[in-house]
């Protein structure tokens, strides 16, 4: 336990030098170890050379710009796409050569690893880190965010779930769409839209309040058609490669069906396309179908771009098609007539294209360059390796927005000297404040001068991302994981609050902290210090401590749903708005803690044969905490069950008979109808059939219906498979 009173602020450092803050950026370590952390940008130095409100500009500064990955150095780049200048730098060391995927809006950034499935989330409004999900490896997700909303899309087993996208803790149920999915992306009126090719439809998902629902279904081929969507800025376009034609879909709206002139089997598209013209990408020719103003009259054009071009993107009238081998990117008008290329000096391998912020965003994720094209089609070269500029630096003598120094974004300048400031990286509206009666002490916001000589090459330790916290009476508990600290162990943590600030030492991974005020709103910032210096700040959400706690809850169950997956359920508590989950593992290994406002979670990334425990707290909206309940503790089995094979099915009477190959160490099968026959889910043995087939029969639900279904792998001690196969859609009646 801890009181702010015992741990008073230590004198204010000097001011350090702009210039050395950009050649510290400048000469930021380039190797680190294997795996991934994601260390970013504290407000610390934000809030250092931009002085104060350094946050609301920080805001501002969000505007026009984009972030850009590159992965030999592990890096993510913020672009300006007013001056086409690096603005902030944010270093993943431990995801270097990984593909990180980058979403972004102007309030959060998603930084998603696709081999490990961590995914990290940056509250850009604070600059700081806010939470973790872990989807586990090896799977197909996608990551979405709209205006105020976000969803995770697993494109294979076609669950959608709505996210919070400061936590990307669930806010509601599940919602299933018959698997697998294509595209997923929120037009301009946040709705999610997904293509359904078992079904032949595509659907609109909104998020309503905290839950995900459907609320369009629109046919666009027939079922079992390999379509491809991008979505518009109003609804998406749809290919359908059996009837030769694209389908525009609109929420308030019948369907505009155009027939084009060419094959569209394998036709590639963006799942995003911003303004009136689409570019429809034909692999196995070489062309371009151009698709102008897909709801209305829908123009269509189609020309050779040549081979090997990559999938093209339509941006302000205009058809952008890149070429990898040659490092450049070609450009067309939308008859097909060539114009002056994109060229990207020294770029290799893929070229990734994005329309955000009004431009064109052209990157090479494997080399330091990238280009910004502007509406008239005019582009400029980015050096992403670049240090961003010092004050004055900007032509003009401008003060240019500034770098987040150290070899992760975000840490102190590596002089070796003494610790900075533990409350400098404190947003302004959040910065530790000196009692009323003592002014603070001239240059407290500073971090350390940099003595002569060149910076430690040694790195201050990341996040320890994320910071769960609850409250109690006139008190916080904080918890949060081992901060990442490759080069020195972590001295210590620092806790700072709005009117205070605490230190733990370095072996400690959680704090009380006492003293507070009863219905008075706090946020927590936790940053660790090696002897390289402070790292960046993870934060927790606004609690407001208060006397009135629920109860425990009782009825507290885990079960493994996954050969990385466990389910933990629990019964409801009068008066909880939420609840936390705590996974504790015997090998100290922990999982993040997840939190969720329903009566059930699932945990991902969990180890086969390990053996955990997970508790339950439920929180009132303030995150008052009462008591905690554990689990029985749960071994993961160890056993990895495969998906079945050759399933289909076959109508008969008023039957629907389902037949699939046998699992080796499968015990049971659930079989889950998606489509619309009004079937439920069931669990079969593996008895049912000999000879390594096994089958099982359904009533039909009706007629005039259309089915699917998938059946996963079962074990015997209930664990289900991680991947499972449908069969493809038949329906009774012929698509219109």
């Not at 779930?161 to 301009?188: E, R, S, Y």
């Not at 084009?260 to 963006?270: C, I, R, W």
């Not at 080796?664 to 009004?678: K, L, M, N, S, V």
Request: aromatic share 4%; hydrophobic share 35%; glycine share 14%.
């Amino acid at each position: 336990m801890v009181d702010p009173s015992s741990d008073p602020a230590p004198p204010a450092p000097r001011p350090a030098p702009l210039r050395r803050w950009a050649r510290a950026v400048g000469e930021r370590t380039r190797s680190h170890a294997s795996g991934i952390t994601v260390t970013l940008l504290a407000a610390a130095v934000v809030s250092s050379v931009l002085g104060t409100g350094a946050v609301g500009r920080a805001d501002e500064m969000s505007d026009g710009t984009v972030w850009l990955w590159t992965s030999p150095v592990g890096e993510a780049v913020r672009v300006n796409g007013n001056n086409a200048a690096v603005d902030l730098v944010a270093s993943l060391p431990e995801a270097a050569g990984v593909d990180v995927q980058v979403v972004q809006n102007d309030e959060y950034l998603l930084l998603y690893d696709p081999a490990t499935g961590k995914v990290t989330s940056v509250d850009l409004r604070r600059m700081g880190y806010s939470g973790v999900l872990e989807l586990g490896s090896g799977g197909d997700f996608g990551l979405v965010l709209g205006e105020e909303t976000a969803a995770v899309i697993d494109r294979a087993t076609g669950e959608v779930k709505a996210v919070d996208p400061a936590t990307l803790q669930p806010t509601g149920a599940t919602l299933n769409v018959p698997a697998p999915l294509t595209g997923g992306a929120f037009d301009d009126s946040d709705t999610l839209w997904l293509g359904v090719p078992t079904q032949g439809t595509a659907v609109g998902v909104r998020i309503q309040g905290e839950d995900a629902a459907i609320t369009e279904t629109l046919a666009v081929a027939e079922p079992g058609t390999g379509i491809a969507m991008t979505v518009l800025d109003d609804g998406a376009l749809v290919t359908d490669p059996g009837g030769g034609r694209v389908v525009a879909v609109r929420g308030d709206g019948d369907p505009v069906v155009t027939d084009v002139p060419v094959e569209l089997e394998g036709a590639e598209m963006p799942v995003r396309t911003h303004g009136d013209v689409v570019a429809v990408t034909l692999p196995g020719t070489g062309e371009v179908l151009t698709v102008t103003d897909p709801a209305g009259s829908a123009g269509i054009g189609h020309f050779p771009a040549g081979d090997g071009g990559g999938t093209a993107t339509a941006y302000e009238g205009r058809v952008y098609v890149p070429f990898p081998e040659e490092g450049t990117v070609r450009v067309f008008d939308a008859q097909g007539a060539e114009l002056n290329p994109v060229s990207l000096p020294g770029a290799e391998g893929p070229l990734e294209l994005e329309v955000r912020e009004g431009r064109l965003y052209i990157n090479s994720p494997h080399t330091g360059v990238a280009a910004i094209v502007d509406p008239d089609g005019g582009a400029t070269v980015v050096d992403k390796a670049d240090p961003p500029p010092g004050p004055g630096d900007a032509d003009g003598g401008a003060p240019a927005p500034q770098p987040l120094p150290g070899g992760n974004v975000g840490e102190q300048p590596k002089t070796g000297g003494a610790a900075p400031d533990p409350g400098a990286g404190t947003p302004a509206s959040e910065e530790p404040s000196a009692p009323e009666s003592e002014p603070a002490p001239a240059g407290a916001d500073e971090p350390d001068p940099a003595p002569d000589g060149e910076p430690d090459a040694g790195e201050a330790p990341g996040a320890p991302t994320p910071v769960s916290v609850t409250a109690g009476d006139g008190s916080a508990f904080l918890s949060w994981p081992e901060a990442y600290s490759p080069d020195a162990p972590v001295d210590e943590y620092r806790i700072t609050w709005e009117g205070g600030r605490v230190t733990v030492g370095g072996e400690e991974l959680e704090a009380e902290v006492t003293g507070l005020a009863n219905g008075t709103t706090y946020r927590f910032m936790v940053r660790a210090v090696n002897s390289h210096g402070t790292g960046p700040a993870a934060q927790t959400s606004e609690i407001v401590p208060g006397p009135q706690a629920p109860d425990a809850p009782a009825d507290v169950t885990a079960t493994a749903s996954g050969s990385g997956t466990a389910t933990v359920s629990w019964s409801a508590v009068e008066g909880a708005n939420d609840y936390l989950v705590a996974t504790r593992a015997e090998s100290g290994e922990n999982p993040s803690d997840r939190t969720s406002g329903q009566t059930s979670v699932d945990v991902a990334g969990l180890s086969p044969g390990e053996t955990y425990t997970f508790t339950v707290t439920a929180r009132t909206e303030g995150m008052v905490s009462g008591g905690s309940t554990d689990s029985a503790p749960l071994t993961m089995p160890e056993v990895r069950l495969g998906a079945p094979s050759g399933v289909s099915h076959t109508v008969s009477g008023d039957n629907v008979t389902v037949t699939w190959a046998q699992v080796d160490g499968a015990a049971e099968y659930t079989i889950t109808p998606r489509g619309d026959g009004g079937l439920g889910a069931v669990t079969v043995t593996g008895s049912s059939a000999g000879g390594g087939q096994l089958s099982h029969t359904l009533g039909r639900g009706g007629t005039g219906r259309c089915y699917s279904f998938t059946v996963v792998a079962v074990g015997a001690d209930g664990t289900a498979a991680d991947s499972s196969t449908s069969s493809q859609s038949r329906c009774e009646q012929e698509f219109r």
